[in-house]
């Protein structure tokens, strides 16, 4: 299996535009998390899927912060408006079930000017 | 509520060295922890996971449930150790990780 994949690896974009970070999941898996990474706070949860189902959105920082998960191969996270705050590291993980080991996929490097 | 503590953001040592990196932790429920390795600008590795308890790149980390510690250590550091290190728990009741705020360890020559 190719791993998680996310997409894009990197974007730069102008405060107040749109972005959509998409993740494909590992095979298989039924969890689905989306963590965001910073310097000052290092590793947050931002939403957490259980088989495409919503279970936990309570580290989705405010209403510009939407994540959904149509199918089981498919997530996106989107930031609209984009801030200048929103600039991070977002990766995607997702896990099976029977295992508590949660596989991350390279990130996507967002920078908002 | 789940919390993991790493006190040093920054461990500095030479190569050859003994390294320890520390991870307490406060939990509600029985406790699963990992161990994380970041190498520069890749994603996040699973390097341990205490219910293993095995040793990994020469690293290996036991769980304390009295100190309610899992820190981890290597006998001689190598600098391709360099990287950063997340801890990270679980809890029956708990779907997700909470991870610590990550340790950077540098490793000179």
């Known amino acids: 299996d190719a791993g998680v994949i996310q997409s894009p690896r990197h974007e730069v974009t102008e405060m107040g535009q749109e972005v959509t970070l998409r993740c494909k999941p590992i095979s298989g898996h039924n969890s689905l998390f989306w963590y965001r990474q910073t310097m000052m706070r290092g590793l947050e949860l931002l939403i957490y899927f259980n088989n495409n189902v919503p279970i936990d959105d309570s580290g989705m920082p405010e209403d510009r912060f939407s994540a959904k998960m149509p199918n089981a191969s498919f997530s996106t996270l989107k930031i609209q408006p984009s801030e200048p705050r929103d600039s991070a590291v977002y990766f995607c993980?997702?896990?099976?079930?029977?295992?508590?080991?949660?596989?991350f996929g390279e990130g996507s490097w967002l920078t908002v000017v | 509520a789940q919390r993991v503590t790493q006190p040093e953001k920054l461990l500095s040592v030479f190569k050859g060295a003994p390294v320890e990196l520390k991870c307490n932790y406060s939990y509600s429920g029985s406790p699963e922890l990992f161990w994380y390795v970041q190498y520069s600008r890749q994603r996040l590795q699973l390097l341990l996971r205490h219910i293993s308890r095995e040793s990994i790149k020469g690293f290996t980390a036991d769980l304390n449930k009295g100190e309610t510690s899992f820190h981890l250590k290597k006998p001689f550091a190598q600098e391709e150790d360099s990287a950063m290190y997340y801890c990270a728990l679980t809890s029956s009741g708990y779907s997700t990780l909470t991870f610590g705020k990550g340790t950077m360890l540098l490793v000179s020559p």
């Open positions: 993980a997702s896990r099976q079930d029977s295992g508590n080991t949660i596989y």
